[in-house]
């Protein structure tokens, strides 16, 4: 059974770096043909893809977030990480992390349907 768990602080300074990392268990994060993404949704607000990390390792990253995103993974412990720099309140969401068998997109990655498995999700606070 696929697992996925976020895990990260609960509260960041503006202008500091958020990092969130997702622990999966019950598949590699290196299996074929498998993408890694991460989500947020804000307060009161829609679901945004943030980006997602392949099989091979590869990054992709929504051309809104691009400049702030970085997406690393670690094969030994199977995580991927998402860091997100220079944050502001309006980066305030519940992240989570999900898997799929297609490469999302900044469009398509915005509908749950589209994923096999997903984290229970995580909220982060954006504030001083």
């Known amino acids: 059974q696929v697992q996925l768990v976020e895990s990260g602080p609960d509260l960041v300074k503006p202008s500091q770096t958020l990092s969130v990392t997702c622990t999966v268990s019950g598949a590699l994060i290196t299996t074929s043909r498998i993408y890694w993404s991460w989500l947020r949704q804000p307060p009161d607000a829609g679901l945004e893809w943030v980006g997602a990390i392949t099989y091979a390792g590869d990054t992709v990253t929504n051309p809104s977030l691009r400049a702030r995103t970085s997406i690393s993974r670690d094969t030994t412990k199977n995580q991927f990480t998402l860091q997100l720099n220079s944050v502001t309140p309006e980066d305030t969401a519940t992240y989570y992390c999900?898997?799929?068998?297609?490469?999302?997109?900044?469009?398509?990655?915005?509908?749950?349907?589209?994923?096999?498995?997903r984290g229970q999700g995580t909220q982060v606070t954006v504030s001083s």
């Open positions: 999900a898997r799929s068998t297609k490469l999302p997109t900044s469009s398509s990655g915005r509908d749950w349907s589209k994923y096999t498995h």
